[in-house]
Nanobody, 120 residues
Framework: QVQVAESAGGLVQAGDSLRLSCSVS????????MAWFRQAPGKERQVVSC????????FYAASVKGRFTISRDNFKNTLYLQMNSLKPEDTAMYFC?????????????WGQGTQVTVSS
């Protein structure tokens, strides 16, 4: 059984940093590209960042480029998202996802999500 589990998010102030992690089990982690998505209240889920199986290719949404860093540890079966210079508009539920294809429009497995709230 595949399990995808995000770490706890939290409530932070604008300008703060926060690191999310995502632990994956039940699949061969380095067979999968990984991604972070987010969904703000009343808005559609959108991709934040993607990383290929090796970590050599990454993608960032324009809104987070230069502030967020995605990484993965294939020995620990864990995905990370380092979020710096957080803004109130980063407030959302953040989801970790796995897919065979890099930055795929269709993800194979999803986590339950973790709430990140940035106060001004």
């Amino acid at each position: 059984q595949v399990q995808v589990a995000e770490s706890a998010g939290g409530l932070v102030q604008a300008g703060d940093s926060l690191r999310l992690s995502c632990s994956v089990s039940g699949l061969t982690f380095d067979d999968y590209a990984m991604a972070w998505f987010r969904q703000a209240p009343g808005k559609e889920r959108q991709v934040v960042s993607c990383i290929d199986w090796s970590g050599s290719q990454t993608f960032y949404a324009a809104s987070v480029k230069g502030r967020f860093t995605i990484s993965r540890d294939n020995f620990k079966n864990t995905l990370y998202l380092q979020m710096n210079s957080l803004k109130p508009e980063d407030t959302a539920m953040y989801f970790c996802a796995a897919a065979r294809d890099y930055c795929s429009g269709t993800q194979d497995y999803w986590g339950q999500g973790t709430q990140v709230t940035v106060s001004s």
